[in-house]
C-alpha cells in the first residue's frame, strides 16, 4: 500500500520561507514523477508543480520563481522550497504520485500540511 506523509507546515510571515516534505512508503512502480497542489478555504485544489522521474519539472505561474521542487530517492522524500511567501499561498498543501497540471492524473495522494501565510 503506497503511503504518502506531508510535513513542514506552519504560519509564516509574508516574504518568509518553508519546506515541505513528503515522505512516500510503498512500491509506486510505474509512477512517471510526483506533484504537489494545493488548496485554498472556498477553492478548488490548484496545481502547484510537479516533476517527473527525469527530473523535469513544471511550476504554476504563480509560484514560478519562488518555489522549488526536489526529490531524494535515496529517502524516498519530495521537498518543495517555498520562498517569497504571499498570503494568496495560504492553502492545505498536498503531494501525490503523478505528473501533469491535472488533479486526475495523480493515482495516491497525502494528507496535506496547512501553510499559512500572514500578512
Known amino acids: 500500500q503506497v503511503q504518502l506523509v506531508e510535513s513542514g507546515g506552519g504560519l509564516v510571515q509574508a516574504g518568509g520561507s518553508l519546506r515541505l516534505s513528503c515522505t512516500i512508503s510503498?512500491?509506486?512502480?510505474?509512477?512517471?514523477?510526483m506533484g504537489w497542489f494545493r488548496q485554498a478555504p472556498g477553492k478548488e485544489r490548484e496545481f502547484v508543480v510537479s516533476i517527473w522521474n527525469g527530473g523535469s519539472t513544471d511550476y504554476a505561474d504563480s509560484v514560478k520563481g519562488r518555489f522549488t521542487i526536489s526529490r531524494d530517492n535515496a529517502k524516498n522524500t519530495v521537498y518543495l522550497q517555498m520562498n517569497s511567501l504571499k498570503p494568496e499561498d495560504t492553502a492545505v498543501y498536498f503531494c501525490?504520485?503523478?505528473?501533469?497540471?491535472?488533479?486526475?492524473?495523480?493515482?495516491?495522494w497525502g494528507q496535506g500540511t496547512q501553510v499559512t501565510v500572514s500578512s
Open positions: 501525490a504520485v503523478g505528473v501533469g497540471r491535472s488533479s486526475g492524473w495523480y493515482r495516491y
Open positions: 510503498g512500491r509506486t512502480i510505474g509512477s512517471p514523477g
